[in-house]
């Protein structure tokens, strides 16, 4: 089972970015799916989740409105659409995938159980 992270890259503050992470070794079509971020020097931070296969999306705050966390379970693909972004949005992503059951576990990194090597995204001012 992996996940392999791509997308990121060097962007202006106001620019795009689309992260992909595919996934392989099972389907994960059942599994929440989840974008984490870790900056230099700080704690690892819930950026978005799609729960299962329900539709149903979570976002952190600091990133509400400007990214939105899709999936395409035939591809066993996730991305993270990131508009508008701001250099504190630094960091590397990381892409992850559980087997949560319950709404209120999908912003902690417990719930998942494989992640991502990560892709860089840098955002200068």
């Known amino acids: 089972v992996q996940l392999q992270a791509s997308g990121g890259g060097l962007v202006q503050a106001g620019g795009s970015l689309r992260l992909s992470c595919a996934a392989s070794?099972?389907?994960?079509?059942?599994?929440?799916l989840g974008w984490f971020r870790q900056a230099p020097g700080e704690e690892r931070e819930f950026v978005a989740a799609?729960?299962?296969?329900?539709?149903?999306?979570f976002y952190g705050d600091s990133v509400k409105g400007r990214f939105t966390i899709s999936r395409d379970s035939a591809k066993n693909m996730l991305y993270l659409q990131m508009n508008n972004l701001k250099p504190e949005d630094t960091a590397v992503y990381f892409c992850a995938a559980g087997v949560a059951t319950i709404t209120s576990t999908v912003r902690r990194g417990s719930a998942y159980n494989y992640w991502g090597q990560g892709t860089l995204v840098t955002v200068s001012s």
């Open positions: 070794g099972r389907s994960f079509k059942h599994d929440t």
């Open positions: 799609s729960f299962r296969n329900s539709g149903t999306t």
